[in-house]
Nanobody, 124 residues
Framework: QVQLVESGGGLVQAGGSLRLSCAASGRTFSSYAMGWFRQAPGKEREFVAA????????SYTDSVKGRFSISRDNAKNTLYLQMNSLKPEDTAAYYC?????????????????WGQGTQVTVSS
């Protein structure tokens, strides 16, 4: 099993930046593709970004392309999400997730382990 703990959320003004982290423990972090998802109040959970086991391949939802950057440090067992040019519509609880599958999934069903989430609030 893998335990995931997110951090780095908070309140930021529109146009600002935040860096989310996801610390992993348990089985070998580098064995998992990783993803970030978010869920706003009253809305369904949505895919944000994913990264391959090696970190070479990434995938983003269209609404965050050019603003968000996913990365990982396998030596530190940590996943990151750098979020720039934040907008009020980015307000949500952000979750990291680990997938044992050998592809970058965009659906929650592709992920096996989930963190508890960290809240990001962007004020206008």
């Amino acid at each position: 099993q893998v335990q995931l703990v997110e951090s780095g959320g908070g309140l930021v003004q529109a146009g600002g930046s935040l860096r989310l982290s996801c610390a992993a423990s348990g089985r070998t972090f580098s064995s998992y593709a990783m993803g970030w998802f978010r869920q706003a109040p009253g809305k369904e959970r949505e895919f944000v970004a994913a990264i391959s086991r090696s970190g070479v391949t990434t995938s983003y939802t269209d609404s965050v392309k050019g603003r968000f950057s996913i990365s990982r440090d396998n030596a530190k067992n940590t996943l990151y999400l750098q979020m720039n040019s934040l907008k009020p519509e980015d307000t949500a609880a952000y979750y990291c997730a680990a997938s044992a599958r050998n592809y970058l999934g965009r659906g929650g069903y592709a992920y096996d382990y989930w963190g508890q989430g960290t809240q990001v609030t962007v004020s206008s």
